[in-house]
């Protein structure tokens, strides 16, 4: 399977524990992004990565979030302190470069759950 | 930052309908992607199509830029279609805010 892959699946914590997702994309693609989905609504963009370089944060991306990826392969997005309003499905996706932005290519997604 | 807004919400059709689904944004946009979410979750690109026409399969989109909205076509509909459709876009101005997604179309194709 080449598709993005993340890890876990799902995720229950209690509020006020740090938990880390991580996301692998697909081998050639050097764009990662990270959204996050909550029921009824699209996904919404948190974070861009361009190889290791982290180039893109939403403005609502909250200083407890912090996201890496080290070797412009995997990326690993941690939530320090949880809060309840975190709960929601974490999203990878990947995407190569072209003289446009591409096509986003989507994992399965974390679905976190704090409570 | 950019506004986009999908139509219908919600749409039930019986198999072998045909659909339009519309999305309009209030920016110029450099891209513009229509993904299909299964009731399991998943996320599946369509298209990308910030500007022209697209075909494949029983899907295809339109987008008219410099009218700001876009279209997606279903024909003959089948039960796996069922989910929610999403469009996506990134204003040509910029800014740190991605793909911005729409709300999306909840469609339910019954047998």
């Known amino acids: 399977d080449t598709g993005v892959s993340q890890n876990p699946r799902h995720k229950i914590t209690k509020r006020g524990q740090n938990v880390t997702f991580r996301c692998d994309p697909i081998s050639e693609h050097n764009r990662l992004y990270w959204y996050r989905q909550t029921l009824g609504q699209g996904p919404e963009f948190l974070t861009y990565f361009q190889n290791e370089a982290q180039l893109e944060k939403s403005r609502l991306l909250s200083d407890r979030f912090s996201a890496e990826r080290p070797k412009g392969s995997f990326s690993t997005l941690e939530i320090q302190r949880t809060e309840q309003g975190d709960s929601a499905m974490y999203l990878c996706?990947?995407?190569?470069?072209?003289?446009?932005?591409?096509?986003?290519?989507f994992g399965s997604g974390t679905q976190l759950s704090v409570l | 930052g950019i506004q986009v807004e999908q139509s219908p919400p919600d749409l039930i059709l019986q198999e072998g309908a045909n659909s339009t689904l519309r999305c309009n944004f209030s920016d110029s946009v450099n891209n513009l992607q229509w993904f299909h979410q299964n009731p399991w979750g998943q996320l599946i690109n369509l298209f990308y199509i910030p500007s022209g026409t697209k075909q494949n399969g029983r899907l295809s989109a339109t987008t008219v830029a410099t009218e700001r909205y876009s279209l997606l076509y279903i024909s003959s509909s089948q039960t796996t279609d069922s989910g929610v459709y999403f469009c996506?876009?990134?204003?040509?101005?910029?800014?740190?805010?991605?793909?911005?997604f729409g709300k999306g179309t909840h469609l339910i194709i019954q047998p």
């Open positions: 996706a990947s995407s190569s470069t072209g003289g446009l932005r591409e096509k986003l290519f």
């Open positions: 996506a876009v990134e204003g040509r101005r910029g800014g740190a805010d991605g793909l911005t």
